[in-house]
């Protein structure tokens, strides 16, 4: 079954002190694998997508990384307007533009 | 702001009852996409239509429907409501190359509370 797990669900971290949010995933063929945040009350919003693994993406203070089985967003000197919860997703082989496999989220909170 | 407006922003109803929520696309966009956002099962993909066609169907309940009108404004039809459907519900649009990339334009929803 495909499947996209986010770790950890919540993430706290303090202005500037650096870290990384985990995407593991499970999918018949990857067709790509996404980025989104999510502020409170909001849609999710585009950052990045990876094709293949080795492949990074940058934009501002995160940095998108592709492996075979995972992927990581890397936050560097994190400041509060980057608190928001970033979701992970996945197309598969065969599946629809669009038609995206979503992780549960991580929360990432940071605190001046 | 994404482009993408949907209506209501808020509903409230009771069980058995039926709603519509309503997607307006980003300007130019032919697809339409309808996703259900719950604390439990996360961001779950429902239905998209393309130019007014169904193009691809996800985990979507028989008693949920949709359609995409000449305009291209789509219409998510909810009926017989039970607590579970109590949720986010999204849509989402993409251009030409937009689903190829990954980049969904999402609206800022329709929350969904059946009492």
């Known amino acids: 079954e495909d499947q996209v797990t986010q770790s950890p669900e919540a993430l706290r971290l303090q202005e500037g002190e650096s870290s990384s949010l985990n995407c593991s995933y499970t999918?018949?063929?990857?067709?790509?694998l996404f980025w989104y945040r999510q502020d409170p009350g909001k849609g999710p919003e585009f950052l990045f997508t990876?094709?293949?693994a080795g492949e990074e993406k940058e934009k501002e203070r995160l940095k998108a990384t592709l492996t075979k089985k995972e992927s990581f967003l890397h936050i560097t000197a994190p400041k509060p307007e980057d608190s928001a919860t970033y979701l992970c997703?996945?197309?598969?082989?065969?599946?629809?533009?669009?038609?995206?496999?979503f992780g549960k989220g991580t929360k990432l909170s940071v605190k001046p | 702001d994404s482009g993408v407006t949907q209506t209501p922003k808020h509903l409230i109803t009771a069980t058995g009852q039926r709603v519509t929520l309503r997607c307006s696309p980003r300007?130019?966009?032919?697809?339409v996409y309808w996703y259900q956002q719950s604390l439990d099962q996360g961001l779950q993909f429902l239905i998209q239509?393309?130019?007014?066609?169904?193009?691809a169907k996800g985990n979507i309940l028989e008693r949920f429907s949709a359609q995409q009108f000449p305009d291209l404004h789509s219409e998510l039809n909810l009926s017989s409501l039970e607590l579970g459907d109590s949720a986010l519900y999204f849509c989402?649009?993409?251009?030409?190359?937009?689903?190829?990339?990954?980049?969904?334009?999402f609206g800022e929803g329709s929350r969904l509370t059946v009492l």
């Open positions: 989402a649009s993409t251009g030409i190359t937009g689903g190829t990339t990954g980049e969904l334009f």
């Open positions: 997703a996945v197309r598969r082989d065969g599946g629809s533009q669009g038609n995206l496999i």
């Open positions: 990876l094709y293949s």
């Open positions: 239509y393309y130019n007014g066609e169904e193009r």
């Open positions: 300007s130019g966009d032919l697809s």
């Open positions: 999918v018949s063929g990857l067709r790509g």
